[in-house]
């Protein structure tokens, strides 16, 4: 089952490989984690995926950034979605560390503003600990997939 909110690039595979090579098992990490031994065989399974904040929890039980247990989905430009949840933040975190109401953040997210003022951007990339052309760069991917649904 897997949530929209959930991190669609999360690599349960990244995840069994880490867990195996911090030598921890399932109960071990869940503990570190602060979820149920359940829940991580479910991730690792593949049958869940983590929402972001769980997932910076998991990374960091490990010792890994959260983009350390994801994949891609392709050598395209990472979209918004994907450098914040490398950050390890959900939206509401992400908004509320760059200083904007959440449903603005979201929209920017999405793609739904055409045209992001270059001092959003800047809030933004220091929210997210990236550069600011990598901000420009996801939104502009976030607008293209944006303007392609409708």
Partial sequence: MVGQNAVADFDPDKLRKARAE???SQRELAERAGVP????????????????????????????????????????????AQLRVGAGLTQAQAAVRAGLVRTRYSAIE????????????????????????AV???HAAARSAYLDQR
């Fill in 22 to 24: 911090a030598r921890l």
């Fill in 37 to 80: 031994s359940t829940t991580i065989a479910k991730w690792e399974g593949g049958f869940h995926r983590p929402y972001s904040s769980s997932l910076a929890t998991l990374a960091e039980a490990l010792g890994l950034s959260p983009e350390e247990l994801t994949t891609p989905a392709s050598t395209a430009a990472r979209t918004l």
């Fill in 110 to 133: 999405r793609g739904e503003i055409a045209t992001v003022p270059d001092e959003v951007v800047e809030v933004i990339a220091a929210a997210l600990g990236v550069g600011s052309s």
């Fill in 136 to 138: 420009r760069t996801a």
